[in-house]
T-cell receptor, first 115, second 112 residues
Framework: GAVVSQHPSWVICKSGTSVKIECRSL??????MFWYRQFPKQSLMLMAT?????????EQGVEKDKFLINHASLTLSTLTVTSAHPEDSSFYIC???????????FGDGTRLSIL | GENVEQHPSTLSVQEGDSAVIKCTYS??????FPWYKQELGKGPQLIID?????GEKKDQRIAVTLNKTAKHFSLHITETQPEDSAVYFC???????????FGKGTTLSVSS
C-alpha cells in the first residue's frame, strides 16, 4: 500500500513552454503533498507544501508564479512549471503520507529537460 | 530552521563488510528520522525510520540508532551486498505530516 505515482516520468520541451507534472496517491487520501527538486548529484530540496483545497506554501526563494501548484482533490496535486527555461531542468519529486502521519512515500520523480 | 548534516559523502566497502552513515540535526524539536535509498533515476525509497522515543531499531541487515542528547543518528548496514549500492539520504522532521529536511546524501559502493 501507500503508493505515490508521478506522471510523466520524463519530459523534454522547448524553452518558454509550460509543463504540468501530476502526483497521485493511488491507494490513500493525502490532504498534504510535498514537492521537491533535485539537481544532479545533490540532495532533495523542498519547494512547496501542497494543501488540498487551499493555497500551497512555498519555501523561501521558490517563485510561486513560476511553479504553480494545484491540489484540487485528496489524491491529486499538480505542479506546473510556467515558461520553463533551461535552468529549470531538474528532477522533480513529490511525496505524500497517509493521513498526514509519517512516513512519507515518494513518487518516482519527473525528469524535466528544457532545451 | 532544521539543518541536517550527513557524512561521509562517499563510502566504498567490500561485499560482506558493514557500512555506517552518520547524520546530525540542529532542531531539538525534530522527532522523526527516516533513511531513504535512492537508485539512479528513481525516487527515494524508505528503508527504515526511527522516532524520538526509541533509541534503536533494527530490520534484518539494517539498523538505525538515535542519540537525542547529541542530536545524531546513524544507519548501519551489515553484510553488505552489491545491490546495496545506491545513494542513501537521512532526513529529519519536527512534526507529524511536515516536510522532511534531507542530508546531502551518501553514495555507497559495494564491490564484490
Amino acid at each position: 500500500g501507500a503508493v505515490v505515482s508521478q506522471h510523466p516520468s520524463w519530459v523534454i520541451c522547448k524553452s518558454g513552454t509550460s509543463v504540468k507534472i501530476e502526483c497521485r496517491s493511488l491507494d490513500f487520501q493525502a490532504t498534504t503533498m510535498f514537492w521537491y527538486r533535485q539537481f544532479p548529484k545533490q540532495s532533495l530540496m523542498l519547494m512547496a507544501t501542497s494543501n488540498e483545497g487551499s493555497k500551497a506554501t512555498y519555501e523561501q526563494g521558490v517563485e510561486k508564479d513560476k511553479f504553480l501548484i494545484n491540489h484540487a482533490s485528496l489524491t491529486l496535486s499538480t505542479l506546473t512549471v510556467t515558461s520553463a527555461h533551461p535552468e529549470d531542468s531538474s528532477f522533480y519529486i513529490c511525496s505524500a503520507s497517509v493521513q498526514g502521519v509519517q512516513p512519507q512515500h515518494f513518487g518516482d520523480g519527473t525528469r524535466l529537460s528544457i532545451l | 530552521g532544521e539543518n541536517v548534516e550527513q557524512h561521509p559523502s562517499t563510502l566504498s566497502v567490500q561485499e560482506g563488510d558493514s557500512a555506517v552513515i552518520k547524520c546530525t540535526y540542529s532542531d531539538s524539536a525534530s522527532n522523526y528520522f527516516p533513511w531513504y535509498k535512492q537508485e539512479l533515476g528513481k525516487g527515494p525509497q524508505l528503508i527504515i525510520d526511527i522516532r524520538s522515543n526509541v533509541g534503536e531499531k533494527k530490520d534484518q541487515r539494517i539498523a538505525v540508532t538515535l542519540n537525542k542528547t547529541a542530536k545524531h543518528f546513524s544507519l548501519h548496514i551489515t553484510e553488505t551486498q552489491p545491490e546495496d549500492s545506491a545513494v542513501y539520504f537521512c532526513a529529519a522532521s519536527s512534526q507529524a505530516g511536515t516536510a522532511l529536511i534531507f542530508g546531502k546524501g551518501t553514495t555507497l559502493s559495494v564491490s564484490s
